[in-house]
């Protein structure tokens, strides 16, 4: 099994440096322990991820996508085997030179260690830096306990005579959220048949054991893998893969022999979620489990188009909640979670600096720019996932172009394998759309790119009827269109 840490041992913890001489009156340091951490021991720094080779992680687009499967994925470099020592993440955005600079690339899961080493290492470096840093807050304590003694301080403690032997906290608050909703979290270790594998998040669906994630958190697994879900409490369960949606990157497990006490998150409404509003992300950033951090929706509608860079993969598209809530690898298929602890996103991809947020040799973390999937959408697919094991997507029939374009969404001249650009008797074609028409809105919201029209057609479902504006030599025209639909990712 790689991981992500392998070949980058943990730096040991620092030495404490030379004590100088008490001095005669006062000198807190002789009265530490022996073997004790001196004040000053400085905190050793935390250990780099695996490096990732520089270079532009943007790519081009592909022209001309079948109208029946989601347009190719853009040509971006591929996330390497950890093993290797290298890899980008999921998939990359496109050119940041171009107009078009709303694709973000998925975030990649934390892969899974191998025994011995790899994450061990991470953690372990984080609890030397945890117990120095103890050390070292020990030690000043005591300085000033020593130095203070007699000083008359006006400090005042908080009485324990109440016999209070926990603070309570408001229903309302970001602490009593997080203890509501991480018993219903789970970290979910993904590994294929040839042993590689991956570290993501998911959340209890319902009570019947369903628990909802990310189709790159568990891609690994399929085809004879293995899938375990651990709880905070420690209890992993073996999982199997209900159904999975490459297009919408949303998958449904189901835990074997669950427990009768799942208690599944409340589901929001992620229509009515505005800019502005509080956000709380539970997932295990680069494997640490049970991790909670927050901030607030920064942006609503994102198009959002990725995929794992490689010549096979389908493109994965979403018209995104943007929030500056803390995600990072390991992050994937978390629960995004409002002010009152209702689901509503599923936190997926992230932005990084090309540069890597962790350093240049390390896998690139979060710079406050992440991307959920609306539960809305979510919920549909994981329902029609547990109905049938297969996603079911609304499509209006046309191939459209997935170059760098803030004009529209062009349909193509041809379609893929040399078909036809719009589907005959298909939903474009009924409604008079015709090769060469640029696609400027759908429903009011503005169309700049093929990703984007392709995002937006899949917020809806099928039967929907939508209203399309298009320009065609030079004039503008508004006609609606009944979406149709396509069974599966094939």
Do not use: C
């Not at 490096?51 to 390497?80: E, K």
């Amino acid at each position: 099994m790689s991981t992500e840490n392998e070949g980058n041992p943990v730096p040991p913890a620092p030495s404490a440096p030379p004590v100088p001489p008490a001095s005669p009156a006062t000198s807190p340091q002789a009265a530490a322990p022996d073997g004790g951490e001196a004040p000053t021991t400085p905190i050793p720094p935390a250990p780099q991820a695996p490096g990732v080779p520089a270079g532009d992680p943007y790519g081009t687009a592909p022209q001309a996508p079948d109208s029946s499967w989601p347009p190719p994925p853009p040509v971006t470099p591929s996330y390497a085997d950890p093993g290797a020592g290298a890899g980008t993440g999921w998939g990359s955005s496109y050119d940041q030179q171009h107009q078009y600079q709303q694709h973000q690339p998925f975030q990649q899961p934390q892969h899974a260690p191998k025994k011995g080493s790899g994450r061990g290492g991470l953690i372990a470096a984080v609890l030397v830096a945890a117990l120095v840093a103890g050390g070292l807050g020990g030690g000043l304590g005591y300085t000033l306990a020593k130095n203070n003694d007699d000083s008359g301080s006006t400090t005042i403690s908080a009485s324990s005579d109440t016999g209070a032997t926990q603070v309570k906290r408001a229903a309302g608050t970001i602490a009593a959220v997080a203890a509501r909703s991480l018993p219903s979290t789970v970290t979910i270790e993904s590994e294929s048949t040839s042993g590689e594998g991956g570290t993501g998040t998911g959340f209890v669906f319902d009570k019947q054991g369903h628990i909802i994630t990310n189709n790159h958190v568990v891609a690994d697994s399929l085809d004879g893998g293995k899938l375990t879900a651990t709880f905070p409490s420690g209890k992993k369960y073996d999982a199997e893969v209900v159904g999975h949606a490459q297009g919408y990157d949303v998958a449904v497990i189901k835990l074997k022999n669950p427990p009768s006490d799942l208690q599944p998150l409340a589901l929001g409404d992620s229509d009515k979620v505005a800019v502005g509003d509080e956000t709380i992300a539970i997932g295990a950033p680069f494997g640490l489990s049970n991790t909670v951090t927050t901030g607030i929706i920064s942006a609503k509608n994102r198009p959002v188009a990725s995929s794992d860079g490689s010549s096979t993969s389908k493109a994965s598209y979403m018209s995104a909640l943007q929030t500056d809530a803390s995600i990072n690898p390991g992050n994937s298929g978390g629960p995004l979670l409002d002010a009152s602890g209702a689901v509503i996103g599923i936190n997926s991809a992230i932005q990084s600096a090309s540069s890597g947020g962790l350093g240049s040799s390390g896998q690139s973390g979060s710079i406050g720019l992440g991307f959920a999937i609306p539960i809305n959408q979510a919920k549909y697919v994981a329902q029609q996932l547990i109905k049938t094991g297969k996603p079911v997507y609304a499509k209006i029939g046309a191939s459209v172009s997935l170059e760098d374009s803030a004009s529209g969404a062009q349909i193509t001249d041809s379609g893929s394998s040399g078909s036809a650009a719009v589907e005959p008797g298909g939903p474009a074609d009924k409604a008079g759309l015709k090769p060469g028409d640029v696609i400027t809105k759908l429903d009011g919201s503005v169309i700049d790119s093929g990703p984007t029209l392709i995002g937006e057609i899949w917020t809806h479902k099928p039967g929907d009827k939508v209203e399309i504006t298009y320009k065609r030599g030079g004039s503008e025209h508004t006609v609606t269109v009944t979406l149709g639909s396509r069974v599966g990712d094939n």
